[in-house]
């Protein structure tokens, strides 16, 4: 049962301090997508990759926040300083583009920043 | 730029009604629009979708939506709810541009209670 996987699935940290988040999508899956859910925003786009190339960051505060693909088994979405405003739960999905829409969601990763 | 609109926050059902949440839209084009629902502590699921053609789209568990262009609304509805129904039921869009599959904005969500 193919399904996306991110690690870890909590993380408590304090504030100013670095924070790494992993997705591994689906194997063959060509779009990354990252989102963040608060009960504030509810759900945001925050970046997408589509053959490990960045489409969309538009929705990333780019001083502290960074996505990368390094290859295609591995997403990684990092914040450097963390501040309390990025405690959320933060998604990762994968999709394909020949299905058209279809997104794969993860479990989250839940921050807490302190 | 495009919005969702769940005007719903909450709803409670009894088990064994039917259900109807709302979605409305703003777009410049007819959007793909989607309906996705998540279990408590759990990442998204894919209800369906509608993309053209039919408006009236099927989806798994037993759900329907149906797409309306002149109330730009995309409701989503099931005849007769079980327990296991109680959730978070979120509307999305994506750019007709991009196929579906560009990155989805999403309603605030309406949280489903099923009363026994």
């Known amino acids: 049962d193919a399904r996306v996987t991110q690690t870890p699935r909590h993380k408590v940290t304090e504030m100013g301090q670095e924070v790494t988040m992993r997705c591994q999508p689906i194997l063959g899956h060509n779009t990354v997508f990252w989102y963040r859910q608060t009960m504030m925003q509810g759900l945001e786009l925050l970046a997408y990759f589509r053959n490990r190339a960045p489409l969309d960051d538009s929705g990333m505060p780019k001083d502290r926040f960074s996505a990368e693909m390094p290859d295609a088994t591995l997403a990684t979405l990092k914040i450097q300083p963390s501040e309390p405003r990025d405690s959320a739960v933060y998604f990762c999905?994968?999709?394909?583009?020949?299905?058209?829409?279809?997104?794969?969601f993860g479990p989250g990763t839940r921050l807490t920043v302190l | 730029a495009q919005s969702v609109t769940q005007p719903d926050i909450h709803i409670t059902v009894s088990e064994g009604a039917s259900l109807e949440l709302r979605c409305n839209y703003s777009?410049?084009?007819?959007?793909?629009l989607f309906w996705y629902v998540q279990s408590p502590g759990q990442g998204l699921q894919l209800l369906l979708k509608?993309?053209?053609?039919?408006?009236l789209v099927q989806g798994i568990k037993g759900f329907e939506a149906e797409f309306k262009r002149s109330q730009s609304s995309f409701n989503l509805r099931k005849p007769s709810v079980h327990w296991s129904d109680a959730a978070e039921y979120f509307c999305?869009?994506?750019?007709?541009?991009?196929?579906?599959?560009?990155?989805?904005?999403f309603g605030k969500g309406t949280h489903l209670i099923i009363q026994p």
């Open positions: 999305a869009v994506g750019a007709p541009s991009g196929g579906g599959a560009d990155g989805l904005t």
């Open positions: 777009y410049g084009a007819t959007p793909y």
């Open positions: 999905a994968s999709g394909l583009v020949s299905t058209g829409g279809e997104q794969f």
């Open positions: 509608y993309f053209s053609g039919d408006t």
